[in-house]
């Protein structure tokens, strides 16, 4: 091996790049040679498992990770229970049912995990909080080599842990074969994943972290390198670091950690290497990430090698010094080529991937072809919603032959390819189909329908709206939004207003929004809206989007069913000015006001609001009152199961999901 001066890659960092090409080491030494790309979907394969990357390995006398493979299955359902399932000798696959709640006890909320065992949520919401798990036997800096009782051959999987005192999982004193894999980790108070102390052959893939400062730490200390070096071999590959400020990982000593496919979104840095430490980050997608990889951190030096990677809106380039092992010489591996990560692991990633809830998956899952709901009622002279059909079909890559595309007069199906920056709102004219080809991408601007009918918008990203992202207004009628991702719009993700009629909007991902979706811009707008704003809104998933999912004024009926409200701060939905809303399966988790109605919302007077079926988890109740007119006067629906809302939502809402 050798060493070569610190320097960061040359790339236009400010736009889209691929950064990063340097000469790896084979162990033993050798040219390593560009990945293959993935022939199945990852988020699919990666599902049944079983273990791969380091926590595949055969070493240290163990064939791979299996967990509590072999062993009798339990359930926990309290904490008493888990506690004791997790200290047993021997192996066992312990499935973890609802919220649990950890003791904070002597050691900071820690709990200690045994050798063998195999802990899994049930369905989407099992959560672990309060507390972590620890996985190592107690810390004796003076113990440099491998014990004879170090933990190992533990699997975790399919858990929201979350509230930690201390760490979320800490493994420690050469711990071995982790695989740590689709978890959610938010909210704890030091590190959501800490691998440390001479631990190894660990694996920590497609995890969403969020809501979390110091994310993963890789070698807990500058004075660690007794029991560290040769060690801290870890894999993390499709990971969501979802505004997770640092630590993504922060690594010392490792003899290699293997950071490829993870998505960065607008993190604080992502990778730091020092002391030393040899790290390899291959096809990872950074987008707004301050430092996206440094060796120039704090204390020595590290090694990064990097290649394949994409930085968009990033401030600085990935820095890259010396030369790693290549990780084939442990394991085989396939990437997934990394201008399509931002699709696949936000929908691959976190819980509700792996329960069997999915393999019997309502129909409903699979994205339609045709419009439901309000869109699909045959009404002011159309019968329902085709959007562009019958027209030519053109593709749009820059935002002059857009903008050309949607005021064409008559019927065009309009693929976007690539990112189309626009500003303010751009009106689209009637009989249009906009469709995003891969991980398109409108961003600066809007989609504005003045007296527009017949419009089809799926599977885009709509990014940093200067102002609303959708508006639909001044009787416009039969919309269909569906299968779309909207984040940072100034003001509405989706506003339908100013009369506007026979709307639905399904299956979108509202991440991290502000004012998700109003209806009805004016407690003044009676004399336009009152008998119309009839809109279906179903399968959304309201990802910690503050407020209007929707707020409504005057329209009835507003059908709101089927979908995921997760950590929305303000409240959920609002009913307000008389208008009649339906509010039936939907899952609220971590929502404080779910629905306000009788009492009105703000400065608007109350509205009517009936709900039925829902499930809430850590949310207050639903503020209910009056009659609605019934969606089935219009259309004919069937409802999800409640309790299967957050894992048909998170595996079915947003963009690729369309063929």
């Given at each position: 091996m050798f060493s070569t001066p610190v320097r960061r890659t040359a790339s236009r960092w400010w736009s889209l790049a691929a950064v990063g090409v340097a000469t790896v080491l084979l162990t033993p030494p050798g040219l390593a040679q560009a990945a293959p790309t993935a022939t199945a979907n990852p988020a699919t394969s990666a599902v049944a498992g079983p273990a791969d990357g380091f926590a595949s390995v055969a070493a240290l006398g163990q064939a791979g990770t299996t967990g509590g493979a072999g062993g009798p299955t339990v359930t926990a359902t309290t904490?008493?229970?888990?506690?004791?399932?997790?200290?047993?000798?021997?192996?066992?696959?312990?499935?973890?049912?609802?919220?649990?709640?950890?003791?904070?006890?002597?050691?900071?909320?820690?709990?200690?995990?045994a050798s063998d065992k195999t802990i899994i949520g049930l369905g989407a919401t099992a959560t672990l909080a309060g507390g972590g798990l620890n996985i190592g036997v107690p810390v004796d800096d003076d113990v440099t080599t491998p014990p004879a009782n170090a933990v190992h051959n533990i699997i975790i999987r399919n858990?929201?842990?979350?509230?930690?005192?201390?760490?979320?999982?800490?493994?420690?004193m050469f711990s071995h074969h982790i695989w740590i894999d689709h978890n959610e980790f938010s909210n704890g108070d030091d590190g959501a994943v800490d691998i440390k102390r001479g631990s190894d052959y660990v694996t920590v893939s497609w995890n969403h972290f969020h809501d979390h400062d110091k994310t993963l730490l890789l070698g807990h200390?500058?004075?660690?390198?007794?029991?560290?070096?040769?060690?801290l071999r870890v894999t993390y590959h499709h990971n969501f670091f979802d505004r997770s400020d640092q630590r993504n990982p922060r690594v010392r000593f490792s003899a290699l950690a293997h950071v490829y496919n993870n998505y960065y979104y607008d993190n604080s840095y992502g990778v730091a290497s020092t002391y030393d430490a040899a790290v390899l980050m291959e096809n990872n997608y950074f987008y707004s990430v301050n430092n996206p990889g440094r060796v120039d951190f704090s204390g020595d030096l590290g090694r990064i090698v990097a290649r394949g990677n994409i930085l968009v809106a990033c401030n600085h380039p990935i820095e890259i010094r010396g030369t790693v092992p290549d990780p084939r010489g442990y394991y085989?591996?396939?990437?997934?080529?990394?201008?399509?990560?931002?699709?696949?692991?936000?929908?691959?990633?976190?819980?509700?991937?792996?329960s069997s809830t999915l393999a019997g998956a309502s129909p409903s899952a699979v994205p339609a072809n045709q419009p439901d709901g309000f869109a699909s009622v045959a009404a002011l002279g159309q019968n329902g919603t085709t959007g562009g059909a019958g027209g030519p079909v053109v593709t749009a890559t820059n935002a002059a032959d857009f903008l050309d595309y949607i005021d064409t007069i008559g019927p065009m199906v309009i693929q976007v390819s690539g990112v189309i920056r626009i500003s303010s709102k751009q009106g689209?004219?009637?009989?249009?189909?906009?469709?995003?080809?891969?991980?398109?991408?409108?961003?600066?601007?809007?989609?504005?329908f003045y007296r527009s009918y017949n419009v089809i918008v799926r599977n885009i990203n709509f990014t940093e709206a200067e102002d609303d992202a959708i508006n639909v207004g001044q009787n416009s009628h039969h919309i269909w939004i569906d299968h779309n991702r909207f984040a940072g719009a100034i003001d509405g993700s989706v506003d339908i207003v100013r009369g506007a009629d026979y709307v639905t909007v399904s299956w979108n991902h509202f991440d991290h929004a502000d004012k998700s979706m109003l209806i009805g811009h004016s407690d003044g707008a009676a004399s336009t809206d009152v008998g119309h704003l009839k809109?279906?809104?179903?399968h959304n998933f309201f990802d910690h989007s503050r407020q209007r999912h929707p707020r409504v004024r005057f329209g009835e009926p507003?059908?709101?069913?089927?979908?995921?409200?997760?950590?929305?701060?303000?409240?959920?939905?609002?009913s307000t000015e008389n208008a009649g809303?339906?509010?039936?399966?939907?899952?609220?988790?971590?929502?404080?006001y779910p629905l306000h109605s009788a009492s009105g919302y703000a400065d608007s007077g109350p509205g009517r609001a009936v709900q039925r079926g829902n499930v809430f988890v850590n949310s207050g109740q639903p503020e209910t009152g009056g009659t609605v007119t019934e969606p089935r006067t219009y259309y004919p629906y069937q409802l999800d199961p409640a309790a299967d809302v957050p894992a048909l939502v998170t595996a079915g809402a947003g963009v690729g999901r369309l063929t």
């Open positions: 904490a008493a229970q888990l506690l004791d399932y997790i200290a047993r000798p021997g192996p066992y696959v312990i499935q973890v049912s609802g919220t649990i709640n950890l003791p904070a006890g002597s050691n900071d909320g820690m709990h200690d995990v858990l929201h842990l979350t509230g930690a005192s201390d760490d979320l999982i800490n493994v420690q200390d500058e004075d660690a390198g007794p029991q560290d070096t040769g060690r085989p591996y396939q990437l997934t080529p990394a201008a399509d990560i931002p699709t696949t692991v936000p929908a691959g990633a976190g819980v509700g991937k792996v689209v004219r009637p009989h249009k189909t906009i469709i995003g080809v891969g991980n398109a991408e409108i961003t600066g601007g809007g989609l504005d809109v279906s809104i179903h507003v059908h709101v069913y089927n979908n995921y409200f997760l950590g929305n701060a303000l409240y959920g939905v609002a809303v339906l509010v039936e399966g939907n899952y609220f988790r971590d929502v404080p």
